[in-house]
């Protein structure tokens, strides 16, 4: 389905109980050929530690339907080539519904007929729709960090990379952002700061943390080169005041063994000239 586009492709928003949320998708066929289209919404769960989510499915704990007045929810509708269509959906919470998160997919779905043309795949494209469930949008961050390690424990002055990891960990009953920075110390003077990237921890769940570049995520490494000597590691999150430290040594070891080669060397070609003389 990559000549489709649906925006927004992730939504974030606090929903109180009893109460309805409006959000509008606009939806674009940049393809060459007309599409025939239905929706759909799916409740998901979050799996593993790097943002993977299953569909095992659940029934919807919030009502959805779409306001267009011409369309419904699984209703099918075409897009010829370069239109765009904006579609309205409706998020209602039931009032008795208990504070928590829920988390969604909004699908776009296309039937695309197998090459025998007696079967159909069904194709879809898909908005992530993150809800928290509250009486009150002001909720804490309850973040923390565990495993936070480097390695390796011994870093090599002018060659490799060693790599920080960790899990955020999250057991509140809603999402949060990772916030914080990694700060490399030696001799108690700070020397460089990695921006943790702000990925979504969601409830009772655990994340991998990643680093922050031209906004992105990726890992958390450290190149060199680096003097040699102990350093300092640590970790701080933005609204907590716990922070995570950890010791490294860097030595210039690849030097050393470059070193150890050559006088090898030297002493076998010393060692076994003489030898070689006398035949």
């Known amino acids: 389905m990559s000549s489709l586009s649906i925006t927004p492709a992730t939504l974030e928003f606090w929903l109180k109980p009893g109460a309805t949320y409006i959000q509008s998708y606009q939806i674009k066929n940049t393809g060459q050929a007309p599409v025939t289209l239905s929706t759909s919404v799916e409740q998901w769960l979050p799996q593993g530690f790097d943002g993977g989510l299953s569909y095992p499915g659940l029934p919807l704990d919030l009502n959805f339907s779409l306001t267009n007045s011409d369309l419904h929810l699984g209703s099918s509708f075409i897009l010829n080539p370069g239109q765009s269509r904006q579609l309205v959906l409706k998020i209602s919470s039931p009032a008795a519904l208990s504070p928590k998160d829920l988390y969604f997919t909004f699908f776009i779905n296309q039937q695309l007929a197998t090459s025998d043309s007696n079967t159909t795949n069904l194709v879809r494209l898909g908005s992530h729709l993150l809800v928290s469930v509250s009486n009150s949008e002001s909720v804490p961050s309850k973040i923390t960090v565990s495993n936070f390690s480097f390695s390796p424990l011994i870093h090599d002055t002018f060659f490799g990379f060693g790599t920080f990891t960790g899990l955020a960990d ?42 922050l570049n031209d906004s992105k995520p990726v890992s958390c490494r450290l190149g060199p080169p680096l003097w040699p000597g102990f350093y300092q590691a640590s970790l701080s999150l933005k609204n907590s005041k716990e922070t995570s430290t950890i010791n490294f040594l860097v030595l210039p070891y690849s030097l050393i063994v470059i070193l150890l080669l050559i006088f090898s060397s030297y002493h076998l070609i010393r060692y076994i000239k003489p030898y070689l003389a006398r035949h």
Do not use: A, W, Y
């Open 170 to 211: 999250n057991q509140s009953d809603f999402f949060s952002k990772i916030e914080g920075t990694i700060t490399i110390s030696k001799n108690n003077s700070p020397l460089l700061q990695m921006e943790l990237f702000p990925n979504n921890v969601l409830s009772h769940h655990q994340r991998t943390i990643s680093c």
